[in-house]
Each structure stands twice: as structure tokens, then as C-alpha cells.
């Protein structure tokens, strides 16, 4: 059973240009959740999906969107980097149906992100 | 908004037993979660409170008090390879968001 998985693993870019980065949640969960994580600090939450549909947002800009497919896999765009973009972005997978276990979030490894 | 506090550092030795404390400030509370991270590694669900009490996993138990809002997650029978971050996160402020804090560096020591 592949866990959650994401892509790419590493990526570097500089000020001002656009970044795509993908998951594919755990085998049976379809909901999606992206956190920023800077070196130190705890993950940040950025947005959740569920159904195609962005249904609770952090304290991000419009500059981080995202989309969900039918398959329950999900994208995160970032427009016009900025160097304090810089971060590890994780992806988080849980089960809307699963009841309590819906409070158990899967993550992946992440993509280290480094702006120039 | 949200936001938790809890240590930034703790050593215990191993085979002890350690506590790790969590207070939080949130607007409609629904529980706190704990997570392991390991360096250079995504984080691991450990535990979820939603009602006061004590959670038991294993070695791990986790703590809730919502009425303090306050909660701790109890690590036993320490190992070496619990060395690690340990977050606690809250979901509240919307069911589907969880506001995580800045971490605990836990080191284990012989």
C-alpha cells in the first residue's frame, strides 16, 4: 500500500517565477491538506481539499492555489516566488469517511523548495 | 487566530519516562494532535484528544484538559530513536484546519 507520495523531491527557482508541486494521497483517503514547513518551525497550514473543492484556507496569500483531480490527487501553485517562499511543502492525506480516523493525517516526504 | 506553546528542547535519558506540554489558544476547539518528526523526515501521527482524558498507545499516552486548554503527550520506556521533533497541533478556527506549534527537540540520551 504506497503511503503519500509527492513530486519532485527537490526544486530550485528564482524570485518572481511560478512552481507546481504534486501528491497523491494514501490509497483510500480523498482529502487533501498542504502545510508550509520553514526550517525550525512547525508546518503551516496553507489549504485543504475535498471533492475538487478548496474548503478551509490559512493565512496564505492568493498566490498559493491549489487544485484537487477526480482521482483525489491534488497540485499547489505558487505565483511570483518570493525568497521567503523557501521551505519544505508537505502534503497531508486523510479519510473524510473514516470517522475519528479522519483527525489522523498521513504526510509525505515533502518538497524542499529553495527560492533564489 | 490559533497558537500553541509548548518546550523548545527536552533531554531525558533513556529508559526514562518524559513529558511534553502543550497550551494552546484557539477559537472553537475541536482537538489536539500530537506528531512525531524525525530530521529531514515528514511528520508522524502519534495521537488525536477530542474529550478530556488520557489516550494510551503503546508507550505513548497523550493528555487532554480543554477546560485548561492544555494537554501533554507522555513518552515511556524511552529509546534512543525516539530522539525527534514532537508537535502538538490543534484543529479549530474550521473544522479542517490545524494549527501546529513550533515543536519540541526531544534528545534522548544513554
Known amino acids: 500500500d504506497a503511503g503519500v507520495t509527492q513530486s519532485p523531491t527537490h526544486l530550485i527557482k528564482t524570485r518572481g517565477q511560478q512552481v507546481t508541486l504534486r501528491c497523491s494521497p494514501k490509497?483510500?483517503?480523498?482529502?487533501v491538506s498542504w502545510y508550509q514547513q520553514a526550517l525550525g518551525q512547525g508546518p503551516q497550514f496553507i489549504f485543504q481539499?475535498?471533492?475538487?473543492?478548496?474548503?478551509q484556507r490559512g493565512n496564505f496569500p492568493d498566490r498559493f492555489s491549489g487544485h484537487q483531480f477526480p482521482n483525489y490527487s491534488s497540485e499547489l501553485n505558487v505565483n511570483a516566488l518570493l525568497l521567503g517562499d523557501s521551505a519544505l511543502y508537505l502534503c497531508?492525506?486523510?479519510?473524510?469517511?473514516?470517522?475519528?480516523?479522519?483527525?489522523?493525517?498521513?504526510f509525505g516526504p515533502g518538497t524542499r523548495l529553495t527560492v533564489l | 487566530g490559533q497558537s500553541l506553546e509548548q518546550p523548545s528542547e527536552v533531554t531525558a535519558v533513556e529508559g526514562a519516562i518524559v513529558q511534553i506540554n502543550c497550551t494552546y489558544q484557539?477559537?472553537?476547539?475541536?482537538?489536539l494532535s500530537w506528531y512525531q518528526q524525525h530530521d529531514g523526515g515528514a511528520p508522524t501521527f502519534l495521537s488525536y484528544?477530542?474529550?478530556?482524558g488520557l489516550e494510551e498507545t503503546g508507550r505513548f499516552s497523550s493528555f487532554l484538559s480543554r477546560s485548561d486548554s492544555y494537554g501533554y503527550l507522555l513518552l515511556q520506556e524511552l529509546q534512543m530513536k525516539d530522539s525527534a521533533s514532537y508537535f502538538c497541533?490543534?484543529?479549530?478556527?474550521?473544522?479542517?484546519?490545524?494549527?501546529f506549534g513550533t515543536g519540541t527537540k526531544l534528545q534522548v540520551i544513554p
Open positions: 484557539t477559537s472553537g476547539f475541536y482537538g
Open positions: 484528544n477530542a474529550l478530556d
Open positions: 497541533a490543534v484543529r479549530g478556527g474550521g473544522y479542517q484546519k490545524v494549527t
Open positions: 490509497s483510500g483517503h480523498d482529502t
Open positions: 497531508a492525506s486523510s479519510s473524510e469517511s473514516a470517522g475519528g480516523k479522519y483527525n489522523e493525517q498521513f
Open positions: 481539499y475535498y471533492e475538487e473543492e478548496e474548503r
